[in-house]
C-alpha cells in the first residue's frame, strides 16, 4: 500500500531531481558559453599569430636584419673612429712632448745663461775651460777607441800569422 505521504515524498523527490537536473543543465549551458567564449578567443589568437607567421614575421625579420646590419656598420664606424682618435691622440701626445722637450731645453739654456752672466770673471773662466775640456775628452775618447779597435786587428793577424808560422815549421818538420 503507497500512502499519501510516500506519494508526496516520492514527487518531492523527483522534483528535487528535475530541479538539481535543470540546475546542473543550467551549469553545463553557462560553462558551455565560457568554453565558447575561450574558444572564440583562442581562434582569435591563432588567426592572429597565423596572419603574424605568414606576414608579420616577416616584415619583422626584414626590419630585424636591417638593424642588424645598421648596428655591425655602427660598430665599424666606431671601430675607425675609435683608431682615428687614439692616432690623433698619440700624436697630438709626441707633438707635446717634443714642444715640452724643446721648451725645457730652451728655458735651461737661458738659466744658465743668466747664472753665467751674474758670475765673476774668474768663474766663467772655469766654465768656458770645463767646456773646453770636455770636448776634448770627446776626441781623446773617440781616438782612444778607434786604437783600440787597430791594435784588436793587428792582434787578430797577428795571430792568424802565428798560426800560419806554426802549421808550416810543422809541415817543414814532417818533411
Not at 515524498?9 to 543550467?26: G, I, M, N, P, Y
Not at 731645453?105 to 772655469?126: F, I, M, P, Q, T
Amino acid at each position: 500500500v503507497v500512502t499519501r505521504d510516500d506519494v508526496e515524498e516520492s514527487l518531492k523527490a523527483v522534483f528535487q531531481f528535475v530541479k538539481d537536473k535543470e540546475q546542473l543543465l543550467q551549469d553545463l549551458r553557462s560553462q558551455i558559453e565560457e568554453t565558447k567564449k575561450i574558444i572564440a578567443e583562442k581562434q582569435r589568437e591563432r588567426d592572429y599569430w597565423l596572419e603574424y607567421k605568414n606576414v608579420g614575421s616577416q616584415i619583422h625579420a626584414e626590419k630585424i636584419s636591417s638593424l642588424e646590419k645598421d648596428i655591425a656598420e655602427v660598430k665599424c664606424e666606431l671601430e675607425r673612429t675609435e683608431e682615428y682618435y687614439r692616432e690623433a691622440l698619440k700624436v697630438v701626445k709626441e707633438e707635446n712632448q717634443k714642444l715640452f722637450d724643446r721648451h725645457m731645453k730652451l728655458l735651461s739654456e737661458e738659466a744658465l745663461k743668466n747664472a753665467v752672466g751674474y758670475l765673476d770673471k774668474h768663474c766663467r773662466r772655469e766654465i768656458e775651460e770645463n767646456e773646453w775640456l770636455k770636448e776634448e775628452v770627446k776626441i781623446y775618447r773617440k781616438a782612444h777607441s778607434d786604437l783600440e779597435a787597430s791594435v784588436q786587428l793587428l792582434e787578430e793577424e797577428n795571430t792568424s800569422l802565428v798560426a800560419k808560422l806554426i802549421d808550416i815549421k810543422l809541415q817543414h818538420l814532417s818533411v
